[in-house]
């Protein structure tokens, strides 16, 4: 079975990056779509990015311009780079796995989250 592992959460001051990873295993890493979601307190969980096996990405809204997400597919591993981070950022990260397109729709899978906190 697919399991997915998140790290790299925590404290980090406004303005501050953190870079999460997660670690997949069960899958021929190289053939699954990665991505990942949020989840702010209080609110519903919202896509993130994607990245498909080739390494095409898709970001939700205007995640694009602080955030950056990355696979090595030699490590099974899909990494977000965060960066100019704010309050609002705050949220649970999940990481996802799924077959097909990059879309940001729902995942198959998904890690059990890391706590990001922006906070001063």
């Known amino acids: 079975q697919v399991q997915l592992v998140e790290s790299g959460g925590g404290l980090v001051q406004p303005g501050g990056s953190l870079r999460l990873s997660c670690v997949a295993s069960?899958?021929?890493?190289?053939?699954?779509?990665m991505g990942w979601h949020r989840q702010p307190p209080g609110n519903q969980r919202e896509p993130v990015a994607t990245?498909?096996?080739?390494?095409?990405?898709n970001y939700a809204n205007s995640m694009q311009e602080r955030f950056t997400i990355s696979r090595d597919n030699a490590k099974n591993t899909v990494y977000l780079q965060m960066n100019s981070l704010k309050p609002e950022d705050t949220a649970v990260y999940y990481c996802?796995?799924?077959w097909g397109s990059g879309s940001l729709g729902v995942m198959a899978y998904w890690g059990k989250g890391t706590l990001v906190t922006v906070s001063s």
């Open positions: 996802g796995a799924k």
């Open positions: 069960g899958v021929i890493f190289n053939t699954i779509t």
């Open positions: 990245i498909t096996p080739g390494g095409t990405t």
